[in-house]
């Protein structure tokens, strides 16, 4: 892609406001904080200290619409304390321009790193950065700096507070997860019904598995409704799969292909039912027609063989699920007067880390970044050199604010190239737009300080609601509620709205430049994540095959590591690829019809693992020799042919064609194994086809057009 397509595509997408669900409760309750805080600071305080604490309660407001597992309360007091320390660090140093500059540097160098925790950690961090420009340009002492940094920790206090009092639809982000990995897979299986080799984005069931990660507090008041469908979900994917497949489940055409559409779109029916019943906390409500299309009929059953035991596991997982949901809703504490439960009986779940046990975590995280070669690490580099360039034209320029042009900066810049130039245009834009028009109303009606106190707080509470329509619209409101906040402290408006439209340029074509000039590009990474997703494809592959070889050894635990590795390995390739869409790089180590090719031969791959995933033996089968050299043989190839994708080599697959072979001679094809590792080398066919370097292959053209 040429620079001037990317900077297009940059536009677009910087300008464009989404559809989307809002959530106005939420947005009033945040809005209400911000005005506790603004309302409190004028009253009992002056005017410039309500609009230096009014930024505590705002930031925690955005911190908890950010899609985190964590309660709420949390995030806000999190956001709180972080605001707090960047404050009263930066009123310390701001005396002196050097002191500052160093702790300008080094904060916003750690800011950037933080990325590598996740993304709201890093957006918080980046938060901390903004608040530390604004507040300190507000003289006062060291007794002053512990007095703001403790209003600023109010506000997060009040935000948090509100939350605990004003609880909206508790367990909400999880209860919606869940469901939508229901509802995914529900759709999976209307798909099936027309199409039975459609392909199933995990990505709900990944979403699903990361909110049941719960810290010993949330397992102690966690709906029992939310405990055990979601394994169930993960248990029913492959065998909706199986029972679609036209080799390993029923034909392709007859009575038996009409009875396993009407069990797809029983199941889907199921599903659905038992997905709206967890978003909203309710009974589950099955249509009948669904439930007598998944009883056997009186004639006797249709389907035999495999596609037999995938039907008949199908309707017993069904049960489950609905069983699982179908109980009260309630916690899983005892009631005061009710005996404990067994310890044994308790419902498990997955071990999410509290806020002091993710210390040593953030740690290794920030240390596995801290390298030359890490996206992260280079954009920790990036902006703390562009928050010091910024910082400094800001001081030289006499238009006032200076603080605005590194805040734009760390405020727009991100780790990838397609996020800080659409945001860099939706800043803009959307400060233009936003000043203009709180200029204009500052300009026409002249409001007194609670005018405009209250006029930031409209701001406020639009930008909360409309958040999640895109950056542009954002910022307009941010902007606006930044004239209404100066019109409090008795700034001009007319030098507000001048300054902040040349400021926030200013800053964003420094971080764009910064990019440019600095780049960490992710096509040149491809061949890496197509190698990574290949390894973790073949430890999927080799530990079903292991069940198939020595079913008295198989481990469950050991298949579902593999699966989960293989779905964050995918997840992985799928982000770089959607990044290296939008980067103005012409890299020919992959073209964009290889890529694609691979990607469905690798997609082709994950599901032949899953089909013989859901036919695994039970462990008193005979061992199956035949599997045994066909994993040893793939065990041997897949390191080389991972290297030969990263090397720009064709991957050699003989070696596990020719056990394959011996194995189909031996046995014939009739076994779920044998025809499940024949889907598997055609997938591993495909792959060396699409890489192949030669002129039969598909890697000849240019990365990008």
């Known amino acids: 892609m040429t620079w001037s397509s990317a900077l297009r595509k940059s536009v677009r997408a910087g300008l464009t406001v989404e559809r989307t669900t809002l959530t106005p409760l939420l947005a009033l309750r945040g809005t209400f904080g911000v005005a506790i805080v603004i309302g409190l600071m004028l009253w009992l305080g002056t005017p410039k200290l309500a609009v230096s604490s009014a930024f505590g309660a705002f930031a925690a407001g955005v911190a908890t619409f950010q899609r985190s597992w964590r309660p709420r309360p949390v995030l806000a007091l999190a956001v709180a304390v972080g605001l707090a320390v960047s ?11 050097l002191a500052f500059a160093v702790l300008l540097g080094v904060w916003t160098l750690l800011a950037g790193m933080a990325w590598a925790i996740g993304p709201v950690s890093g957006l ?158 309710r009974p589950v409500r099955l249509s009948p027609e669904a439930v007598d299309t998944l009883e056997v009929p009186e004639s006797g059953p249709v389907l035999d063989g495999a596609a037999r035991r995938s039907a008949l596991r199908l309707i017993a997982l069904l049960g489950d699920a609905v069983e699982a949901t179908d109980e009260p809703v309630r916690t899983t504490t005892p009631r005061n007067g009710e005996p404990k439960r067994d310890a044994g009986k308790e419902h498990r779940h997955l071990l999410r880390p509290s806020v002091p046990r993710l210390v040593p975590v953030a740690l290794r995280a920030l240390r596995r970044e801290a390298r030359w070669s890490s996206p992260i690490g280079r ?44 945001r860099g245009v939706g800043r ?101 994540r197509l190698a990574d997703w290949l390894e973790a494809n073949g430890r999927y592959s080799l530990a079903v095959l292991g069940a198939f070889a020595e079913p008295a050894e198989s481990r469950p635990r050991r298949v579902r590591e593999a699966l989960l590795d293989s779905r964050a390995a995918r997840t992985a390739w799928e982000d770089v690829a959607a990044r290296a869409l939008t980067e103005p790089v012409r890299h020919r180590g992959i073209s964009r019809t290889a890529e694609r090719a691979a990607e469905s031969a690798l997609a082709t791959m994950g599901r032949a693992t899953m089909l013989m995933e859901a036919h695994l033996p039970d462990r008193s089968t005979d061992p199956s020799k035949g599997a045994a050299a066909f994993a040893d043989a793939l065990r041997t190839a897949l390191p080389d042919a991972a290297a030969a994708v990263r090397e720009r080599r064709e991957p050699d697959w003989s070696a596990p064609r020719a056990a394959l072979d011996a194995w189909r001679a031996e046995a014939g094809d009739t076994g779920v194994a044998v025809r499940g590792t024949e889907l598997l080398m055609e997938a591993l066919g495909e792959l060396a086809t699409a890489l192949s370097p030669g002129p039969g292959g598909r890697n000849r053209a240019a990365r990008r057009p």
């Open 87 to 97: 404050t009263f660090l930066g009123y310390v140093a701001a005396a002196d321009h």
């Open 124 to 281: 918080v961090a980046t938060q901390t950065i903004a608040v530390m420009l604004v507040t300190v340009t507000l003289p006062t002492s060291v007794s002053g700096a512990l007095h703001h940094a403790g209003l600023i920790a109010f506000g997060g206090l009040v935000q948090a507070t509100l939350i605990v009092l004003l609880p909206i639809r508790p367990w909400g982000l999880q209860r919606d997860a869940l469901a939508d990995a229901l509802a995914a897979e529900a759709d999976y299986a209307r798909r099936l019904r027309h199409d039975p080799v459609a392909r199933f984005d995990p990505q709900p069931l990944m979403d699903a598995r990361e909110a049941a990660e719960l810290t010993p507090r949330q397992a102690r008041s966690r709906p029992r409704q939310l405990g055990g469908p979601r394994g169930v979900a993960e248990r029913i994917r492959p065998v909706l799969a199986s029972l679609a497949d036209p080799v390993l489940g029923a034909p392709a055409e007859g009575p038996e292909r009409d009875r396993a559409r009407d069990l797809l779109g029983a199941a889907a029916s199921v599903l659905d039912s038992v997905a709206r019943a967890i978003r909203w906390g």
């Open 379 to 422: 954009h920790g580099v990036r902006t703390a050199v562009v928050a010091l360039i910024g910082y400094a034209l800001g001081s030289a320029l006499p238009l006032g604010h200076g603080y605005w042009v590194p805040l734009t900066s760390v405020m727009v810049m991100r780790p990838d190239f397609g996020q800080t130039y659409s």
């Open 428 to 528: 803009f834009v959307g400060t233009v737009v936003g000043v203009l028009i709180a200029g204009a109303l500052m300009a026409l009606f002249h409001p007194g300080i609670w005018v405009c106190a209250a006029l930031a707080v409209l701001c406020i509470g639009l930008m909360y609601l409309l958040m999640g329509t895109g950056y542009s619209v954002a910022s307009a409101c941010i902007a606006g509620y930044v004239v209404f906040l100066l019109g409090i402290a008795g700034e001009g408006w007319s030098q507000t709205v001048q300054a902040r439209v040349a400021l926030t340029l200013l800053g964003g074509l420094l971080a764009m430049a910064a990019y440019a000039l600095f780049p960490t590009w992710e096509t040149p990474r491809l061949r890496d």
